[in-house]
């Protein structure tokens, strides 16, 4: 075999061979030769990236572990690579650049998990060193970012996330992460609060806006009402924002006034505007306001509550000065309240329109959808029976 190759059809087999006999074996190929590395990547229709921090429990103790997941377009052929050590992570990185030398809309992925342990040979010097590799080894790859790590491990993985900021494009983090992201710009940001950490803390708003990013993606993490008299950073890179809305808030003069002027101040080339709020539902300190409408009328608390709603959606559409879209989704006792509060919204909000669709067909529910639009603000309201469909 000195001095000849493998034809292409014999070294298709060999890499299935070697692949089937050991996954990692798919790392020692691309080693090889270049003509191994697009071989094997091809047989194994590989995509993208996706390098991966997560702890792992092992009897009596867990440990963190870094693996590098080679994804298929085939979910068969998705392969696992654990790195122990700053060499092995070397010679992975090196191994998957030969694999991926045919595909230059690379994307590589990392996720960064919490682990109550630290990897020991993962130092601030290698999390550096690591980053600037990935950005040498892949220059015009995607970097796509996810962490809602928290202490210990977003501190060791601080200077990997600093090195990386100015080459990511989009990014899942917890507000922990912000200050890092100075020097990013990206297509979107998505703030999250996977351990309810927010919901119990307060964090420094202002650093939001200190990322470039075209969309922000923030839920209850910053809701619309935190824009009253923010005076925040102009921020004029961003285009879309979305947020969760709070339609029980208590009326307040001027509120949305406060609201739409911050937004023109700080985000002044925003173009779309999307509010959610996902889980409203009537809060009531007697269970006989939820069967009232047994006696033909709307108890007190449903009907205090759609009335704030409409005129939160009402101010909302008279002030916005850009394009506003809100989608709200209403869980009521049962059937009949859907059907008294959607005629309830179509009288609150003029001009609005109801139509119904099949919810559950054994208990003979519907969904009712109210849908109102005036000026630069489309509303899409679904109002959806929860329990039974007869009170």
């Not at 059809?9 to 590395?37: G, W």
């Amino acid at each position: 075999m000195t001095g000849r190759q493998l034809k292409y059809s014999a070294l298709s087999s060999f890499i299935q061979f070697c692949i089937d006999e050991k996954e990692s074996n798919l790392l020692l190929l691309s080693l090889v030769n270049n003509r191994y590395a697009v071989g094997s990547a091809s047989h194994q229709d590989l995509r993208r990236i996706e390098l991966s921090v997560f702890s792992r429990i092992i009897d009596p103790e867990d440990s963190t572990l870094m693996k590098v997941w080679l994804i298929s377009n085939d979910p068969t052929k998705t392969t696992e690579h654990y790195i122990q050590s700053y060499a092995e992570f070397l010679i992975a990185m090196f191994s998957v650049r030969r694999l991926f030398l045919k595909k230059p809309e690379l994307v590589v992925a990392i996720s960064i998990y919490t682990s109550n342990t630290l990897m020991p040979w993962f130092s601030a010097k290698i999390a550096a060193r690591s980053a600037r590799i990935l950005k040498a080894f892949f220059p015009s790859a995607s970097f796509k970012l996810e962490t809602t790590a928290m202490y210990p491990t977003f501190k060791q993985f601080y200077p990997l996330i600093a090195e990386l900021a100015p080459v990511l494009t989009n990014v899942r983090c917890s507000p922990n992460v912000l200050h890092l992201l100075r020097n990013a710009h990206l297509n979107t940001l998505n703030i999250v609060d996977d351990w309810n950490f927010i919901r119990r803390t307060a964090w420094y708003y202002p650093e939001l806006f200190h990322v470039k990013a075209r969309e922000f993606v923030c839920g209850h993490v910053f809701p619309l009402d935190y824009f009253t008299n923010g005076s925040f950073p102009i921020q004029p890179t961003t285009q879309v924002f979305v947020c969760d809305v709070n339609l029980r808030m208590k009326k307040s003069p001027g509120l949305y006034e406060d609201i739409f002027g911050e937004i023109s101040q700080c985000l002044p080339n925003l173009r779309l505007l999307k509010c959610n709020q996902l889980d409203f539902v009537v809060e009531v300190g007697d269970n006989d306001d939820h069967v009232a409408i047994r006696r033909g009328n709307v108890s007190k608390p449903y009907t205090e509550a759609i009335e704030l709603a409409s005129w939160h959606i009402r101010e909302i559409a008279r002030l916005s000065h850009l394009e506003t879209e809100i989608e709200v989704l209403f869980e009521f006792y049962h059937q009949a309240y859907v059907d008294a509060c959607a005629d309830m919204f179509s009288r609150l909000l003029p001009g609005s329109s109801v139509c119904e669709s099949s919810y559950n067909s054994e208990m003979e529910s519907t969904q009712k959808h109210v849908t109102y639009q005036k000026n630069n603000t489309l509303a899409k309201l679904t109002l959806s029976p929860g329990f039974s469909p007869i009170p």
